[in-house]
Protein backbone atom coordinates (compact mmCIF):
# COMPACT_ATOMS: atom_id res chain seq x y z
CA UNK A 1 0.00 0.00 0.00
CA UNK A 2 1.58 3.22 -1.12
CA UNK A 3 0.93 6.42 1.00
CA UNK A 4 1.67 9.99 0.06
CA UNK A 5 3.47 11.49 2.89
CA UNK A 6 1.69 14.67 4.38
CA UNK A 7 4.34 16.77 4.17
CA UNK A 8 4.64 20.15 2.59
CA UNK A 9 8.09 20.28 1.34
CA UNK A 10 10.63 19.39 -1.54
CA UNK A 11 12.25 16.06 -1.18
CA UNK A 12 15.49 16.93 -1.73
CA UNK A 13 15.32 18.11 1.84
CA UNK A 14 13.43 15.17 3.37
CA UNK A 15 15.98 13.02 1.68
CA UNK A 16 18.87 14.79 3.08
CA UNK A 17 17.06 14.91 6.72
CA UNK A 18 16.36 11.51 6.89
CA UNK A 19 20.07 10.16 6.84
CA UNK A 20 22.75 10.22 9.34
CA UNK A 21 25.18 11.24 7.40
CA UNK A 22 24.99 14.47 5.22
CA UNK A 23 23.56 13.37 1.79
CA UNK A 24 21.83 15.44 -0.17
CA UNK A 25 21.21 15.78 -3.45
CA UNK A 26 18.46 15.83 -6.35
CA UNK A 27 15.53 13.05 -5.38
CA UNK A 28 15.11 10.69 -8.00
CA UNK A 29 12.69 8.32 -6.22
CA UNK A 30 10.68 7.62 -3.12
CA UNK A 31 8.24 5.89 -1.58
CA UNK A 32 6.82 5.50 2.30
CA UNK A 33 4.51 2.40 2.69
CA UNK A 34 3.48 0.32 5.47
CA UNK A 35 5.01 -3.25 5.36
CA UNK A 36 2.17 -5.63 6.65
CA UNK A 37 4.89 -6.98 8.56
CA UNK A 38 5.70 -3.75 11.13
CA UNK A 39 3.34 -2.50 13.67
CA UNK A 40 0.36 -0.28 12.28
CA UNK A 41 1.66 2.83 12.85
CA UNK A 42 5.40 1.84 11.29
CA UNK A 43 5.92 3.17 7.76
CA UNK A 44 9.47 2.11 5.51
CA UNK A 45 10.65 4.64 3.59
CA UNK A 46 12.95 4.05 0.34
CA UNK A 47 14.76 7.36 -1.13
CA UNK A 48 17.20 7.54 -3.87
CA UNK A 49 18.91 10.24 -5.08
CA UNK A 50 22.02 11.52 -7.06
CA UNK A 51 24.70 13.85 -5.87
CA UNK A 52 28.26 14.38 -7.59
CA UNK A 53 27.30 11.91 -10.20
CA UNK A 54 26.65 9.36 -7.39
CA UNK A 55 23.38 7.41 -6.77
CA UNK A 56 22.35 6.83 -3.25
CA UNK A 57 19.36 4.68 -2.02
CA UNK A 58 18.25 5.22 2.11
CA UNK A 59 15.79 2.81 3.11
CA UNK A 60 14.22 4.24 6.86
CA UNK A 61 11.35 2.45 8.86
CA UNK A 62 9.34 5.37 9.91
CA UNK A 63 6.68 5.35 13.05
CA UNK A 64 4.93 7.19 11.33
CA UNK A 65 3.88 10.08 9.35
CA UNK A 66 4.34 12.79 11.91
CA UNK A 67 8.13 11.89 12.38
CA UNK A 68 8.16 13.67 8.37
CA UNK A 69 6.86 16.36 9.43
CA UNK A 70 8.41 16.98 12.96
CA UNK A 71 11.94 16.62 11.19
CA UNK A 72 11.09 19.55 8.82
CA UNK A 73 9.66 21.80 11.72
CA UNK A 74 12.86 21.29 13.59
CA UNK A 75 15.21 21.67 11.06
CA UNK A 76 13.57 24.80 9.85
CA UNK A 77 13.31 26.33 13.02
CA UNK A 78 17.35 25.44 12.66
CA UNK A 79 17.74 26.88 9.58
CA UNK A 80 15.75 30.11 10.92
CA UNK A 81 17.63 30.47 14.49
CA UNK A 82 20.97 30.03 12.70
CA UNK A 83 20.77 32.43 10.34
CA UNK A 84 19.26 35.63 12.62
CA UNK A 85 22.46 34.84 14.63
CA UNK A 86 24.62 33.47 12.29
CA UNK A 87 27.43 36.21 13.08
CA UNK A 88 27.79 33.79 16.71
CA UNK A 89 29.67 30.86 14.42
CA UNK A 90 32.16 33.32 12.58
CA UNK A 91 34.73 30.64 12.71
CA UNK A 92 32.49 27.33 11.85
CA UNK A 93 31.16 26.76 8.55
CA UNK A 94 27.77 25.71 8.15
CA UNK A 95 28.22 22.21 7.12
CA UNK A 96 29.61 21.76 10.53
CA UNK A 97 26.93 23.07 12.36
CA UNK A 98 24.37 21.34 10.23
CA UNK A 99 25.66 18.26 10.29
CA UNK A 100 25.96 18.10 14.00
CA UNK A 101 22.32 18.96 14.26
CA UNK A 102 21.14 16.48 11.88
CA UNK A 103 23.41 13.73 13.33
CA UNK A 104 21.94 14.84 17.31
CA UNK A 105 18.46 15.39 16.32
CA UNK A 106 18.53 11.75 13.93
CA UNK A 107 19.79 10.21 17.43
CA UNK A 108 17.34 12.44 20.03
CA UNK A 109 14.25 11.63 17.72
CA UNK A 110 14.82 7.83 18.09
CA UNK A 111 14.62 8.31 21.95
CA UNK A 112 11.04 9.68 21.22
CA UNK A 113 10.98 12.68 23.65
CA UNK A 114 7.64 13.95 24.08
CA UNK A 115 8.61 17.37 23.36
CA UNK A 116 11.26 18.84 21.47
CA UNK A 117 12.51 22.37 20.03
CA UNK A 118 15.77 23.80 19.02
CA UNK A 119 17.14 26.90 18.91
CA UNK A 120 20.53 28.66 18.92
CA UNK A 121 21.45 30.48 22.17
CA UNK A 122 23.20 34.08 22.66
CA UNK A 123 26.33 31.98 24.02
CA UNK A 124 27.20 30.77 20.82
CA UNK A 125 25.54 27.49 20.87
CA UNK A 126 22.93 25.25 18.65
CA UNK A 127 20.94 23.42 21.28
CA UNK A 128 18.37 20.86 21.10
CA UNK A 129 15.79 21.02 23.82
CA UNK A 130 13.93 17.80 24.76
CA UNK A 131 11.37 16.42 27.40
CA UNK A 132 11.38 12.41 28.16
CA UNK A 133 8.77 12.13 31.04
CA UNK A 134 10.32 14.09 34.40
CA UNK A 135 13.39 14.40 32.31
CA UNK A 136 13.97 18.22 30.66
CA UNK A 137 17.51 17.55 28.55
CA UNK A 138 19.84 20.64 27.25
CA UNK A 139 21.82 18.72 24.48
CA UNK A 140 23.75 22.03 23.44
CA UNK A 141 26.64 22.14 20.88
CA UNK A 142 29.56 24.50 21.03
CA UNK A 143 31.53 24.90 17.74
CA UNK A 144 35.41 26.36 17.70
CA UNK A 145 36.77 25.86 14.05
CA UNK A 146 34.99 23.11 12.45
CA UNK A 147 35.06 21.04 16.04
CA UNK A 148 32.04 20.58 17.81
CA UNK A 149 31.55 19.75 21.64
CA UNK A 150 28.59 18.90 23.50
CA UNK A 151 27.45 20.43 26.94
CA UNK A 152 24.53 18.04 28.12
CA UNK A 153 22.66 19.48 30.89
CA UNK A 154 19.50 17.56 32.38
CA UNK A 155 16.75 18.37 35.09
CA UNK A 156 14.26 15.85 36.86
CA UNK A 157 11.25 17.57 38.37
CA UNK A 158 13.61 21.27 38.66
CA UNK A 159 16.85 18.98 40.00
CA UNK A 160 19.50 19.06 38.22
CA UNK A 161 21.05 15.77 37.46
CA UNK A 162 23.59 16.22 35.06
CA UNK A 163 26.12 18.44 33.95
CA UNK A 164 28.50 16.50 30.45
CA UNK A 165 30.66 17.95 28.29
CA UNK A 166 32.13 15.77 25.47
CA UNK A 167 31.58 15.06 21.96
CA UNK A 168 28.49 14.69 19.86
CA UNK A 169 28.64 10.31 20.26
CA UNK A 170 29.64 10.27 23.93
CA UNK A 171 26.75 13.03 24.75
CA UNK A 172 24.68 10.66 22.67
CA UNK A 173 25.21 7.52 24.81
CA UNK A 174 24.89 9.47 28.31
CA UNK A 175 21.73 10.83 27.44
CA UNK A 176 20.71 7.33 26.11
CA UNK A 177 21.63 6.12 29.48
CA UNK A 178 20.10 8.63 31.64
CA UNK A 179 16.77 8.53 29.75
CA UNK A 180 16.80 4.62 30.44
CA UNK A 181 17.43 4.73 33.99
CA UNK A 182 15.06 5.42 37.04
CA UNK A 183 15.61 8.47 39.34
CA UNK A 184 17.57 5.84 41.85
CA UNK A 185 19.86 4.99 39.23
CA UNK A 186 20.95 8.26 37.83
CA UNK A 187 21.16 9.26 41.44
CA UNK A 188 23.47 6.49 41.63
CA UNK A 189 25.32 6.85 38.44
CA UNK A 190 29.17 6.06 39.07
CA UNK A 191 30.46 6.60 35.51
CA UNK A 192 31.24 9.70 35.43
CA UNK A 193 32.72 13.00 37.62
CA UNK A 194 29.99 15.23 36.59
CA UNK A 195 26.62 13.46 38.28
CA UNK A 196 25.30 14.21 42.03
CA UNK A 197 25.56 10.91 43.65
CA UNK A 198 23.29 12.20 46.41
CA UNK A 199 20.43 14.40 46.94
CA UNK B 1 1.56 59.57 35.93
CA UNK B 2 4.58 59.93 38.88
CA UNK B 3 7.26 57.51 40.10
CA UNK B 4 5.88 55.03 42.38
CA UNK B 5 7.61 56.23 45.60
CA UNK B 6 7.43 52.91 46.83
CA UNK B 7 10.33 52.11 45.23
CA UNK B 8 12.61 54.35 45.91
CA UNK B 9 14.94 53.88 48.58
CA UNK B 10 14.31 56.19 52.12
CA UNK B 11 17.00 57.90 54.12
CA UNK B 12 16.13 55.29 56.58
CA UNK B 13 16.74 52.30 55.01
CA UNK B 14 19.55 49.39 55.21
CA UNK B 15 21.01 46.72 52.94
CA UNK B 16 18.80 43.64 53.34
CA UNK B 17 21.08 40.99 54.43
CA UNK B 18 20.55 37.00 53.75
CA UNK B 19 18.59 35.61 55.71
CA UNK B 20 16.65 32.94 56.60
CA UNK B 21 13.28 35.41 56.46
CA UNK B 22 14.78 36.78 53.29
CA UNK B 23 14.34 32.97 51.78
CA UNK B 24 11.04 32.76 51.86
CA UNK B 25 10.84 35.69 49.12
CA UNK B 26 10.23 35.82 45.59
CA UNK B 27 12.04 37.09 42.88
CA UNK B 28 10.51 39.10 39.83
CA UNK B 29 12.34 39.16 36.68
CA UNK B 30 11.31 40.76 33.86
CA UNK B 31 11.25 39.75 30.18
CA UNK B 32 11.16 42.36 26.94
CA UNK B 33 7.87 40.53 25.48
CA UNK B 34 5.30 38.26 27.16
CA UNK B 35 6.47 35.52 25.38
CA UNK B 36 8.32 33.75 27.46
CA UNK B 37 8.70 29.92 26.26
CA UNK B 38 10.85 27.44 23.97
CA UNK B 39 8.66 27.00 20.89
CA UNK B 40 5.98 24.06 22.00
CA UNK B 41 7.08 23.79 25.39
CA UNK B 42 6.26 24.84 28.53
CA UNK B 43 10.23 25.78 29.74
CA UNK B 44 11.39 29.12 29.74
CA UNK B 45 13.49 30.13 27.31
CA UNK B 46 16.92 30.12 28.82
CA UNK B 47 17.86 33.27 26.85
CA UNK B 48 15.70 34.99 28.46
CA UNK B 49 17.27 35.40 31.76
CA UNK B 50 19.59 37.87 29.15
CA UNK B 51 22.57 37.68 31.51
CA UNK B 52 25.51 39.46 29.97
CA UNK B 53 28.69 37.01 29.58
CA UNK B 54 31.25 39.38 28.45
CA UNK B 55 31.55 41.23 31.82
CA UNK B 56 30.73 41.07 35.56
CA UNK B 57 27.68 38.59 35.33
CA UNK B 58 24.24 39.43 36.86
CA UNK B 59 20.83 38.26 36.59
CA UNK B 60 18.80 41.77 37.55
CA UNK B 61 15.55 40.91 39.59
CA UNK B 62 13.25 42.77 41.93
CA UNK B 63 12.22 40.94 45.64
CA UNK B 64 8.45 41.46 45.63
CA UNK B 65 6.45 42.58 48.63
CA UNK B 66 6.60 46.58 48.37
CA UNK B 67 7.54 45.79 45.04
CA UNK B 68 4.92 44.54 42.98
CA UNK B 69 3.85 43.00 39.83
CA UNK B 70 2.52 45.75 38.24
CA UNK B 71 5.96 47.60 38.76
CA UNK B 72 8.03 45.88 36.68
CA UNK B 73 6.45 47.48 33.27
CA UNK B 74 8.18 50.97 34.65
CA UNK B 75 11.18 51.28 32.03
CA UNK B 76 13.93 53.25 33.62
CA UNK B 77 15.72 54.83 30.89
CA UNK B 78 18.19 57.26 32.22
CA UNK B 79 21.30 54.82 33.56
CA UNK B 80 22.07 57.57 36.05
CA UNK B 81 19.38 55.76 38.05
CA UNK B 82 21.40 52.30 37.71
CA UNK B 83 23.86 53.26 39.78
CA UNK B 84 24.30 51.78 43.61
CA UNK B 85 22.58 53.33 46.09
CA UNK B 86 24.85 53.69 49.69
CA UNK B 87 23.55 53.72 52.86
CA UNK B 88 21.49 57.39 53.88
CA UNK B 89 21.75 58.76 50.10
CA UNK B 90 19.09 60.72 49.01
CA UNK B 91 17.53 60.17 45.80
CA UNK B 92 15.18 61.89 43.44
CA UNK B 93 11.89 60.32 41.32
CA UNK B 94 12.51 59.26 37.34
CA UNK B 95 10.37 61.74 35.59
CA UNK B 96 8.10 60.16 33.01
CA UNK B 97 8.71 60.40 29.79
CA UNK B 98 12.47 61.88 30.50
CA UNK B 99 13.91 59.06 33.24
CA UNK B 100 11.55 56.00 32.35
CA UNK B 101 8.38 55.16 30.39
CA UNK B 102 5.70 52.66 30.81
CA UNK B 103 6.22 49.59 28.79
CA UNK B 104 3.17 46.94 28.84
CA UNK B 105 4.79 44.60 26.30
CA UNK B 106 7.10 43.64 29.19
CA UNK B 107 6.40 39.64 30.40
CA UNK B 108 7.75 38.14 33.79
CA UNK B 109 8.75 35.24 35.62
CA UNK B 110 9.60 34.54 38.94
CA UNK B 111 12.11 32.67 41.47
CA UNK B 112 11.47 31.47 45.00
CA UNK B 113 14.96 32.78 47.01
CA UNK B 114 15.45 29.69 48.78
CA UNK B 115 14.90 27.47 45.55
CA UNK B 116 18.31 29.53 44.31
CA UNK B 117 19.88 29.07 47.06
CA UNK B 118 19.09 25.76 47.90
CA UNK B 119 20.00 24.57 43.84
CA UNK B 120 22.60 21.69 43.97
CA UNK B 121 24.60 21.62 40.84
CA UNK B 122 26.74 19.40 39.31
CA UNK B 123 30.15 20.13 38.93
CA UNK B 124 30.13 22.32 35.38
CA UNK B 125 33.24 22.24 33.18
CA UNK B 126 34.82 20.74 36.86
CA UNK B 127 34.23 23.58 38.93
CA UNK B 128 31.84 23.41 42.08
CA UNK B 129 29.07 26.53 40.95
CA UNK B 130 26.87 28.06 43.58
CA UNK B 131 23.80 31.02 43.37
CA UNK B 132 23.90 33.33 45.57
CA UNK B 133 21.11 36.43 46.25
CA UNK B 134 22.47 39.85 46.84
CA UNK B 135 20.80 42.92 47.57
CA UNK B 136 21.65 45.56 45.18
CA UNK B 137 20.05 48.68 45.59
CA UNK B 138 19.89 51.45 42.72
CA UNK B 139 19.09 54.98 42.90
CA UNK B 140 15.57 54.28 41.47
CA UNK B 141 14.74 51.30 43.07
CA UNK B 142 15.50 50.02 46.61
CA UNK B 143 13.95 46.46 45.81
CA UNK B 144 16.80 45.45 43.39
CA UNK B 145 18.56 41.98 43.72
CA UNK B 146 21.42 40.24 41.62
CA UNK B 147 21.29 36.65 41.00
CA UNK B 148 25.27 35.82 40.90
CA UNK B 149 27.51 32.80 40.68
CA UNK B 150 30.29 31.99 42.53
CA UNK B 151 32.90 29.08 42.42
CA UNK B 152 35.06 29.38 45.52
CA UNK B 153 34.36 32.84 46.09
CA UNK B 154 35.40 33.50 42.42
CA UNK B 155 32.60 35.06 40.08
CA UNK B 156 32.23 33.01 37.00
CA UNK B 157 33.92 36.02 34.59
CA UNK B 158 37.58 36.07 36.86
CA UNK B 159 37.52 31.94 36.40
CA UNK B 160 40.94 31.31 34.72
CA UNK B 161 38.94 29.52 31.67
CA UNK B 162 38.95 30.36 28.13
CA UNK B 163 35.73 32.12 27.02
CA UNK B 164 34.36 29.12 25.19
CA UNK B 165 34.48 27.28 28.58
CA UNK B 166 32.57 30.76 30.39
CA UNK B 167 29.89 30.44 27.35
CA UNK B 168 29.57 26.80 28.43
CA UNK B 169 29.14 27.49 32.24
CA UNK B 170 26.86 30.38 31.46
CA UNK B 171 24.61 28.50 29.55
CA UNK B 172 24.69 25.29 31.53
CA UNK B 173 23.97 27.65 34.63
CA UNK B 174 20.94 29.61 32.73
CA UNK B 175 19.94 25.82 31.70
CA UNK B 176 19.73 24.96 35.55
CA UNK B 177 18.10 28.10 36.66
CA UNK B 178 14.84 27.88 34.17
CA UNK B 179 14.07 24.55 35.20
CA UNK B 180 13.42 26.32 38.70
CA UNK B 181 11.88 29.36 37.46
CA UNK B 182 7.70 29.48 37.60
CA UNK B 183 5.47 32.15 36.17
CA UNK B 184 2.30 31.41 38.58
CA UNK B 185 2.39 31.91 42.37
CA UNK B 186 -0.76 33.14 44.95
CA UNK B 187 1.23 34.78 47.29
CA UNK B 188 3.99 36.41 48.05
CA UNK B 189 6.16 36.82 51.71
CA UNK B 190 6.86 40.35 52.51
CA UNK B 191 9.73 41.53 54.18
CA UNK B 192 9.38 42.26 57.62
CA UNK B 193 9.85 46.85 58.26
CA UNK B 194 12.70 45.94 60.19
CA UNK B 195 14.97 43.76 57.51
CA UNK B 196 15.42 46.98 55.62
CA UNK B 197 14.87 50.25 57.91
CA UNK B 198 17.35 51.31 60.45
CA UNK B 199 16.33 51.30 64.54
Not at chain 1, 95 to 101: G, L, P, V
Not at chain 1, 114 to 125: D, F, I
Not at chain 1, 167 to 190: C, F, W
Request: a negative charge; proline letters at 3%; aromatic letters at 12%.
Amino acid sequence: MFITPNINTNYDCLASLQNNDSHSGQLIFEKIWHDENLPHDHFVNIASFKRNEKFFETTYVLKNEELNSKWIALYDLFNSSYKSKQNLFSDTSFDTIDTSFRSSMNNILKLEPKVATVGVSEEGCVYIYAEFKQKRVFFNMFYEGEQSDVVLNITEDGRPICSYNANIESSINTLKDIIGRTVQEVDNYDLSRTFITAV
Amino acid sequence: MTYPEHLLPQSNYKIISSTDELCLCTLVRHTSSKDLYLLGTEMIDPDKLQIQSNHLKDLSTNILGIFELNDIYISVTNSSFFELWSLGDITEAPLINKDFILNNDRGYFLFSINDIKNLKLPLIQNYTIVFDVIHTPTKCNFWHFSIRAFSDNIEISELPVSNKQKRMIWKSLKDFLVAIAFTNSTGFHILKRDSYTQN
